[in-house]
């Protein structure tokens, strides 16, 4: 008989600027057991993001650093990494996070910081891009979940998923069709990474198998 060794949940820390519904679908997913981990700390940098309400709720501890509080960015990211450090954050996820780290910061957290951007990577880096998505005619856009690099949403790629542009879209529709898929493949990136599936290889992600793998396939585009 083997004995499995008994592994602590993963230690995660959501890092957020708004809105917070990507920090509620990690939330969920810890509480449904999807993801075999803990929210041990939930960082705004904006005192008015209703993300911090949500956790609230939900027991998570808080806490609010204000970007404009520092002349530079280094001294916001040291105090930023301390109080992650405290946390024994082992997983730190940006989820709606306006802020650009610094390269001390990325470095410092190599393979364990990892971010959520509205568009298939690499088109379409920086903001306001479900716009640029539209403006540039596309046909499909979506979500990506990737490792950060210091290069502002670059790094190897997790998970993405699809979308189609319609011809009636406006930023605002095509921001919600992503979104709602955006809160399939963060948990689901989360998952895997806790249960130490995610092999990184110069650029690329591999995904280690596991029995619940079925048949990789898209069967139907709106699906
Ligand atoms: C999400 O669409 C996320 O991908 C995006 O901000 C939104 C936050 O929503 N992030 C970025 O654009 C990062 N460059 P939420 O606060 O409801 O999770």
Same mark, same amino acid.
């Given at each position: 008989m083997t004995v499995e060794p008994v592994r602590q949940p993963l230690r995660i820390a959501v890092l957020i600027s708004g809105g917070g519904s990507n920090l509620q679908a990690l939330m969920d997913g810890c509480a449904s057991g999807l993801i075999p981990g803990q929210i041990v700390l939930v960082i705004s940098n904006n005192p008015d993001a209703f993300g911090l309400e949500r956790a609230k709720k939900q027991q998570i501890p808080t806490q609010v650093i204000d970007? /404009? /509080?520092?002349?530079v960015r280094a001294s916001f990211d040291q105090v930023l990494a301390h109080a992650l450090d405290e946390a024994g954050a082992e997983l730190i996820c940006l989820a709606g996070f306006m802020r650009v780290l610094t390269a001390d910061f990325v470095h410092y957290y190599a393979g364990r910081l990892i971010n959520i951007h =509205?568009?298939?990577? =690499?088109?379409? =880096?920086?903001?306001h891009v479900q716009r640029q998505a539209i403006e540039a005619g596309v046909r499909f856009s979506g979500a990506t979940v990737h490792f950060v690099v210091p290069e502002v949403d670059a790094g190897p790629i997790i998970i993405q998923a699809v979308v189609p542009v319609l011809a009636d879209d406006t930023h605002e529709s095509l921001a919600a069709r992503i979104l709602r898929q955006e809160h399939r493949i963060y948990p689901l990136a989360v998952r895997w990474f806790a249960q130490g599936r995610l092999r990184l290889e110069q650029n690329r992600v591999h995904l280690l198998e596991s029995e619940e793998d079925g048949e990789l396939a898209l069967i139907h585009p709106m699906g």
């Open positions: 970007h /404009r /509080r520092f002349a =509205p568009a298939l990577l =690499p088109a379409f =880096p920086g903001i």
